[in-house]
């Protein structure tokens, strides 16, 4: 197995970096990232509760944290990537620095990663763009249900306007369909 010797924490720069990797076992690497992400001892207790997770994804503006925000309920947890990073410290709802990035994946993933623990989380909510099969599998705990909010691109472009996201948001739209339908096409 590819181990990384630095954590990547979603800088691609590092996870490609070959300097970076090295061959491990699995044990060897499952017990390695259960203490740098701080989960070594907990133990593969499965949660006392059986959570129900739903992955939202689909393109920028396309709705998700509305779907969310309309669906869920007091207690729910929801894993919200933009919620994260101006938790983190970015000024912007939808604009982050650069380097918050790994910190924002860190924190989406060790969220995400906590509802295979003990716990008494009934529903969970994740919010991602997620364009391609593989990357909700990725995000997706098993079992998790997966709502793609597949909203036309000329109306997240519309949205993006009228709500005057940042620079990049329409480039950002136009990437994720290009992404969905390629990815549908092989799929």
């Known amino acids: 197995m590819v181990d990384h010797v630095r954590p990547h924490r ?3 720069a590092l996870a490609f970096d070959r300097a970076n990797c090295q061959a491990m076992c699995k044990a ?3 017990s390695k990232t259960a203490h740098e992400t701080g989960f070594a001892g907990g133990g593969n ?4 509760t059986a959570t129900v997770v739903t992955l939202v994804c689909g393109p920028p503006c396309s709705g998700k944290s509305t779907y969310v925000r309309e669906r869920a309920e007091p207690g729910d947890l929801v894993i919200d990537w933009d919620q994260l990073a101006q938790a983190l410290g970015s000024p912007h709802p939808h604009d982050h620095p650069p380097a918050l990035t790994p910190f924002i994946a860190e924190a989406r993933d060790a969220a995400t990663a906590r509802l295979g623990r003990s716990h008494g989380v009934e529903r ?4 991602a763009t997620a364009p391609r099969d593989t990357d909700r599998r990725r995000l ?3 079992g998790a249900r997966v709502v793609v909010l597949a909203t036309a691109e000329e109306e997240c472009v519309r ?5 005057r996201r940042p620079a990049g948001t329409i480039d950002a739209i136009e990437s994720w369909w290009r992404i969905h339908r390629a990815d549908q096409i092989l799929g």
Request: hydrophobic share 30%; charged share 40%.
């Open 124 to 127: 969970a909510w994740i919010i």
């Open 28 to 30: 060897c690497h499952d």
């Open 45 to 48: 207790r499965r949660p006392t």
């Open 159 to 163: 949205r993006a306007r009228r709500d």
């Open 10 to 12: 979603g800088d691609e």
């Open 140 to 142: 997706a705990p098993a």
